[in-house]
């Protein structure tokens, strides 16, 4: 490619194209100042459909990265991707062949396996309703509590609820509590035992930076006691105090995005799952 030039990627999929999509951007991740043009077409299952967008693909030629489930289909690709002189890839062939083996069997030929409905995906679902329920200390009782499997707690501003969200996603029911030294969480909070309790917390400067740009998007004054450094400073050694007294793990979020931060806690988790067996 030229200096200046557009890179374009063209994700072609027999689903939804969830999975071409995390290996792009995770590749892509990999390459000081790399920017591209991403192009998705999902639900590819006829050749005829295919033709219809080799020729759109034609028109803005790059890296074609597909996963095609059907041979007729994915033979195709394959042909008019070399007639074209476009580069292609299928990122989960190795994968698929090194399982294939060890498994002894071959692969199935059905498209979007995994994103049947099942158990894991009623579960996701019953944990997303769950968390977005139990967001920022709302019905923060007892038999509430319980009911999840994370409990995460932390200043204002900690990534408390992208966090939860993400976790849902992934299955977990997550309840977040807000700390704030003049309203300490109730008596109950500590005496829960079915959830695993995480603190989150962070740097007072990366904490002051995030709420004054909180207070800028809603159109207020960045002028107030809720980004002040001493103040912050006292929130969160209030927090870490109670992370302290009730022997709660904590992680730092400031140089962690949100997905390591839940990476984190689904370790913790899982280790508490672990030692409990």
């Known amino acids: 490619m030229t200096s200046?030039?557009?890179?374009?990627?063209?994700?072609?999929?027999?689903?939804?194209?969830?999975?071409?999509?995390?290996?792009?951007?995770?590749?892509?991740?990999?390459?000081?100042?790399?920017?591209?043009?991403?192009?998705?077409?999902?639900?590819?299952?006829?050749?005829?459909?295919?033709?219809?967008?080799?020729?759109?693909?034609?028109?803005?030629?790059g890296l074609v990265i597909y996963t095609l489930v059907d041979g007729a289909v994915r033979d195709r690709l394959e042909q008019r991707c070399a007639t074209l002189g476009l580069p292609m890839v299928s990122p989960l062939d190795p994968t698929i062949s090194a399982l294939?083996?060890?498994?002894?069997?071959?692969?199935?030929?059905?498209?979007?396996?995994?994103?049947?409905?099942?158990?894991?995906?009623?579960?996701?679902?019953?944990?997303?309703?769950?968390t977005m329920v139990h967001d920022d200390g709302a019905q923060a009782g007892v038999e509430d509590l319980e009911e999840a499997d994370i409990v995460l707690l932390g200043v204002s501003r900690t990534s408390k609820t992208p966090t939860s969200i993400y976790l849902a996603n992934r299955g977990y029911?997550?309840?977040?509590?807000?700390?704030?030294?003049?309203?300490?969480?109730?008596?109950?909070?500590?005496?829960?035992?079915?959830?695993?309790?995480?603190?989150?917390t962070t740097a007072t400067d990366r904490l002051v930076q995030i709420r004054r740009n909180?207070?800028?998007?809603?159109?207020?004054?960045?002028?107030?006691?809720?980004?002040?450094?001493?103040?912050?400073?006292?929130?969160?050694?209030?927090?870490?105090?109670?992370?302290?007294?009730?022997?709660?793990?904590?992680?730092?979020?400031?140089r962690r995005s949100i997905e390591e931060t839940a990476a984190a806690i689904i370790n913790l988790h899982q280790a508490r799952i672990e030692r409990a067996s």
């Open 4 to 61: 200046g030039e557009t890179l374009h990627l063209h994700l072609i999929s027999d689903s939804t194209g969830e999975t071409l999509e995390s290996v792009a951007k995770a590749s892509l991740a990999r390459f000081e100042g790399a920017e591209a043009v991403k192009h998705f077409w999902p639900m590819v299952r006829s050749e005829g459909h295919l033709d219809r967008i080799i020729t759109e693909v034609a028109k803005k030629p």
């Open 100 to 130: 294939s083996e060890l498994l002894g069997q071959a692969a199935t030929r059905r498209p979007g396996r995994q994103h049947v409905m099942d158990e894991a995906y009623f579960r996701r679902v019953d944990a997303i309703n769950y």
């Open 173 to 200: 029911k997550t309840a977040n509590i807000p700390l704030v030294p003049q309203s300490p969480p109730p008596a109950h909070v500590w005496q829960i035992r079915g959830p695993l309790l995480v603190g989150l």
């Open 214 to 254: 909180r207070l800028l998007t809603l159109g207020q004054t960045p002028d107030t006691d809720y980004v002040d450094a001493e103040r912050i400073d006292a929130e969160l050694a209030f927090a870490r105090r109670l992370f302290a007294d009730h022997d709660i793990p904590v992680i730092d979020v400031s």
